[in-house]
């Protein structure tokens, strides 16, 4: 099968060095401020906030690009696609919108290595048709889903790129009980094509975990270090011009993914407060960024 070369770094076309972007996420900026409250915010009062913290653009469905590029900040898309028709279309409309790049939940995870392929291949067609970046999210319910299959896929299809959320692979694999080194190890050429992040942290059992809890201060310092070998991989890899997005990821309490309780008067409280800890994962991946940069 002959590798195709569809654009794999989002770039602005400047003449500047290679940096990180940090953008929030559209779904993590549902159903806040935390629980308990009185209201959520609206999404105009969501991008308000993102613009102070200092973020440089919004990732979220294609319908909300408008309202994002409109405030002067930068749109990466993100979807679902399971045949080559909606892989196709997806690309097509993530593109006309202006999108830096898309990331894509590909597939369910129960197709054959043939549909896979297939799968994968209009990826790289469409990506480079478009030239737009295309970047498969390591995600569960997906066609890379399974850590094994996805390096059998890039052994077979070596040009896909990824958007990594590490979580995915870190709480079904069960890092803490199989063993942080040989997971690293295994997850080396995702690590490698890594062009796109979805920052989280995950204990191995829960998807979401606290940063700021000391208890997970072990599994903090984990995906610190899967942060900054791909931090690594990128760089060498990048040139003038080119941008690393970083997108702190925290789901609401609808997910499932924030972990609430309930008071004696029957109102639920989210364990940590998630708009601060996207502040802190922000810091931690700029920090981790410069580090990396600068020892280069």
Not at 1 to 13: A, N
Not at 128 to 133: C, S, V
Not at 141 to 169: C, K, M
Request: hydrophobic letters at 40%; proline letters at 6%.
């Amino acid at each position: 099968m002959s590798l195709q070369k569809p654009p794999s770094h989002v770039s602005d076309g400047s003449a500047t060095p290679p940096r990180l972007v940090v953008y929030a996420h559209t779904w993590a900026l549902l159903e806040l401020p935390r629980m308990p409250r009185l209201r959520q915010w609206t999404f105009e009062e969501a991008i308000e906030r993102v613009v102070e913290a200092g973020f440089q653009g919004v990732q979220g469905e294609p319908e909300r690009a408008a309202k994002v590029l409109e405030r002067g900040l930068r749109f990466a898309a993100g979807g679902r696609a399971n045949t080559v028709a909606e892989v196709d279309t997806l690309i097509d409309r993530c593109a006309s919108l202006g999108a830096d790049c898309l990331t894509l939940h590909l597939g369910w995870g129960d197709e054959a290595d043939t549909q896979v392929d297939a799968l994968a291949t209009a990826v790289l067609s469409g990506a480079e048709r478009r030239a737009l970046p295309v970047y498969l999210e390591t995600h569960r319910a997906t066609a890379v889903q399974d850590l094994w299959r996805t390096n059998r896929l890039l052994e077979r299809i070596p040009g896909i790129r990824f958007n990594g959320d590490y979580s995915h692979y870190y709480c079904a694999s069960e890092v803490p009980y199989r063993g942080f080194a040989r997971f690293a190890e295994q997850l080396g050429p995702v690590l490698e094509r890594t062009c796109f992040f979805h920052g989280r942290v995950s204990n191995g059992q829960s998807m979401q975990v606290s940063i700021d809890d000391g208890e997970h201060a072990e599994h903090v310092e984990h995906f610190k270090t899967l942060w900054r070998l791909a931090m690594t991989h990128w760089l060498r890899a990048a040139g003038p011009g080119d941008l690393l997005p970083f997108v702190p990821e925290l789901g609401p309490p609808s997910s499932g993914y924030a972990i609430t309780w309930p008071d004696q008067a029957g109102r639920r409280h989210e364990l940590s407060d998630r708009w601060e800890e996207m502040l802190g994962l922000k810091r931690i991946a700029e920090d981790l960024f410069r580090e990396v940069a600068r020892d280069r």
